[in-house]
């Protein structure tokens, strides 16, 4: 087999996997904006593979699953050193997953997969035997792969996230109404009993146990979650805490239900912010399924050429 043939079916094999990927990000993306009203109009506490809570645990599992394929990759302390200064385990604890996926684990992640996508640059350049083309496949698979982890943890923390802040206006208005004839203590583990399908109730359930059996205030508690959690929409309940002890009955009600009224007045700001950018993100599919295009036309162009001039 002459090498001009080799390279020519690399080609065409590389110019079929791009279509490949662009299709299929072209689809993903379409089905998402198509999906944007239906989704963002879902009650808290509804149930279903496309419920708030059902994504962040499949992305929750992502996580695990990437963790789980890396895990004889060594774990050297300079890049375990580096990920600690940075925000990315901040978003490890958001996804509910700091319990299980330790820093080691993130550098394993992040080298396991810089090293995969190393050895794909590796076969292009040996595909078409060019050192300097190869050098750069190899550097930019590496740069991609140990930068690959970082989306797959992010989203899984901005789904639960998402997840906690939706159920957070029904959660202060059922604190409220339990709090006006009892206490603050009283009104969460209600909302916990009779809510326990939402995200937010167990985290809420977490902070319950840790004054029941480590002893810790409410308020420490409560501070510690929006620690894990890195959420703004959170200190509206954690303040609600915090003034439990000068303020109560119908004043605490007012207070709760009003930031409620605020957290619902601000999702439903997001959501005409992302219907008004809808039209404009859905010609990115199209621009990409051109393109593709172009890629399939110049791939059979070269072929034809390659094949008249042999």
Known sequence: MSTELVVVVGLAVLVLVAI??????GRARTRKEKALNTDE???PGETGKKSPRA???KARKSVLRLRDQTRRVPAP???TDIIRKTELYNSVEAADAGYEVSLEDVARMKLGLAGL??????LIAVLLQSPLIGLLAVLGGAVVGFMAPDSTIKRAAELRQTSISRALPLAMDVIGLAVERSTIDAGISYYVEYFGHETLAEELHTVLENTRIRKERLDVAMGEMLRKNHND??????AAVGQATTLGG???RLMLTGQADELRLKREQVVKEKSLRAPVMMTFPTMLNVLALLI???GLAALQLSSGGG
């Open 20 to 25: 490949f990927v662009i299709l299929g990000r």
């Open 41 to 43: 109009a879902q009650l």
């Open 55 to 57: 994504k962040a645990a």
């Open 77 to 79: 302390g300079l890049i």
């Open 117 to 122: 996508f190393a050895i794909l640059g590796i």
């Open 233 to 238: 929409d959170l200190t509206f309940l954690v």
């Open 250 to 252: 119908t004043d605490l």
């Open 296 to 298: 399939a036309l110049g």
